[in-house]
């Protein structure tokens, strides 16, 4: 096994080689995190884009346990049921984002839905409706395009030598 110092003098020495290449893994991790951006933000980027906001209520609350994949590790969690009314009838949902502790009922909210499937709904949090699933998105998306900088500037450096 070689040494540090041996590990990095190798590095240094095929460092044009190296940066080649470089722009492989950073595309990959660019596509999962995209990919993963999209899987948990897809239902909520909708929402923003096609939903109605109208006013509901929180009725009550749902007690949810979730356990680590180990089975070491739970917690509790209270999510809010929420109804508003469309144009036809009263509809219910329980909304993704819950609190440790139950909160008050008949608490006014601002509901974001679908209209053509009113069950499809979130309370409508500025910044929250955003979050986890944007960052890792645009984090996803910088990697990717740099990956294709890399890649076009690798390319000229190939050709021009």
Known sequence: M????????????????????????????????LSLGYFTGHAHFHLIREGTRVPGRIVGYKQENFRSSSGSFSSTGYMPI????????FVHFQDWLGNSIAG?????????????????????RPVWNWI????????????????????????RTVETS
């Open 2 to 33: 070689p040494s540090a110092e041996e590990l990095v003098a190798r590095l240094t020495s095929n460092k044009a080689k190296i940066l080649r290449y470089a722009w492989i893994p950073q595309v990959l991790a660019g596509l999962f995190l």
């Open 82 to 89: 929420v109804e508003f009314h469309t144009n036809e009838r």
């Open 104 to 124: 008050s009922k008949n608490v006014p909210v601002i509901v974001l839905y679908d209209p053509a499937n009113p069950s499809v709904a979130m309370i409508d």
């Open 132 to 155: 986890p699933w944007a960052p890792i998105f645009v984090v996803g998306l910088l990697l990717v395009l740099s990956a294709m900088n890399g890649f076009f500037k690798s390319r």
